[in-house]
């Protein structure tokens, strides 16, 4: 006999979705976090993690 998976129930869905929801919103925060510390460095402990502050506040990589 083949598999015949059952069909999702509408509460199956709506718990993936608020899953996916609160997964952006703790990336948003994540990455909000990082930033702060990245910018409470100094410039050598940036450049010891291959980083350099931009003239626009960005980091870039560097060789």
Same mark, same amino acid.
């Given at each position: 006999?083949l598999y015949?998976?059952?069909?999702?129930?509408?509460?199956?869905? @709506?718990r993936?979705v608020l899953?996916?929801?609160a997964?952006a919103?703790?990336?948003?925060? &994540?990455?909000a976090? #990082?930033? @702060?510390?990245l910018?409470g460095?100094r410039?050598?402990?940036?450049e010891?993690?291959?980083l &350099?502050?931009g003239d #626009?506040g960005?980091y870039?990589?560097?060789?």
């Amino acid at each position: 006999m083949l598999y015949q998976p059952k069909p999702r129930t509408a509460a199956v869905i @709506a718990r993936n979705v608020l899953v996916a929801i609160a997964g952006a919103f703790a990336g948003l925060g &994540r990455s909000a976090s #990082d930033g @702060a510390y990245l910018d409470g460095m100094r410039g050598s402990e940036l450049e010891d993690l291959g980083l &350099r502050r931009g003239d #626009d506040g960005s980091y870039r990589t560097f060789k």
